[in-house]
């Protein structure tokens, strides 16, 4: 049995659902957040990920704060992560056009990090004011991978853990072939 690990930020501005994906995530699409509870600094959660009979991969997800006053922090969750999620809400613009500065900070304190970008709140398209196409558009100038999600309703929570928890054993298994192949 392989047990693999993997640190993955969870990254964006204040109130567009981060906390509420991840609690989502770790729970199995059963515990939604009722109540809003702004995050102080960072949360932690660990999420099991079964990719087959023999592999398992941990996914240690960090929950960070997206308040101005916690910006300091984030370069610190960052440094030795496999990827970040970038998390923006649907029916607020004003937290899509801050994406870049995530990214850019992302990739300031961990140039070769994996990012995911997550269109959250999908459930609100009826208030939306961003399309999957701007989101889709952002995802590739950037090198990131698009997702579209609804924490309320616990879609695609599981996608964007599930891809990189199967990159990271892709990684493994490259990196066992080259070290098998050095005799």
């Known amino acids: 049995m392989v047990v693999l690990r993997m640190k993955i930020v969870v990254v964006g501005e204040a ?4 906390t509420a994906f991840v609690q989502m995530a770790h729970s199995g ?6 109540n809003y509870m702004m995050t ?6 660990v999420k099991e990920i079964q990719i087959d009979m023999n592999t398992t991969v941990e996914v240690f997800l960090y929950d960070v704060a997206g308040q101005k006053a916690y910006e300091h922090l984030c370069a610190q969750y960052l440094e030795g992560a496999t990827a970040f999620l970038l998390v923006y809400d649907v029916s607020n613009k004003t937290t899509f056009e801050t ?19 997550v269109a959250n709140k999908v459930d609100l398209m009826d208030k939306a004011e961003v399309t999957d196409s701007q989101g889709e558009i952002f995802a590739r100038a950037n090198n990131l991978r698009f ?37």
């Open 15 to 18: 109130t567009v659902g981060k």
């Open 147 to 183: 997702f579209k999600s609804s924490a309320l309703r616990g879609v695609g929570i599981a996608e964007p853990l599930e891809e990189l928890a199967k990159l990271q054993v892709e990684a493994y298994n490259e990196r066992c072939r080259s070290l098998a192949s050095i005799k």
């Open 29 to 34: 699409g059963v515990t939604f957040p009722k």
């Open 99 to 117: 994406c870049k500065k995530w990214v850019d900070r992302a990739r300031r304190a961990n140039k070769f990090i994996l990012g995911f970008l």
């Open 40 to 45: 102080l600094g960072c949360d932690l959660c």
